[in-house]
Every structure is written in C-alpha cells, then in structure tokens.
C-alpha cells in the first residue's frame, strides 16, 4: 500500500515451537503495530546467517 497509508494495528501471535513443529508456548500482542525494522549487516565474503528484526508496539499481550 505504500507509506501513505496509515498503519493499521493489528492482533499479532507469536509461537514458540520445538523440533517437530509442535508449540510450546503462545504469546497474543493485542493491537500491535510496528516502530522499526532492521536487518544485520550482509557480506558476501563470510557465510553468515542474515537477521531481520522487527520492533512493536501492542496495547498488551496475553500469554497462553
């Protein structure tokens, strides 16, 4: 939608799972919206794992 569109907060789940795939533990972020994005450091002389982190902001959370 490009960035003239105003952010619309939404319920974001989150899920910790073991090897299989199954859950261990859910988290709920109620009204959750994002207030950064970041992504680590690329080099193609080193075989390295890229991470993408994304900060939120939520009206609360609740833990199942």
Do not use: H
Request: charged letters at 15%; aromatic letters at 12%.
């Amino acid at each position: 939608g490009g960035l003239n569109n105003p952010i619309q907060p939404q319920n974001i789940t989150v899920q910790l799972l073991d090897q299989e795939g199954n859950p261990l533990s859910t988290w709920a972020f109620i009204n959750a919206y994002p207030t950064k994005w970041e992504i680590s450091e690329m080099n193609a002389q080193k075989s390295e794992i890229m991470i993408e982190t994304i900060t939120f902001k939520y009206a609360y959370f609740k833990k199942n």
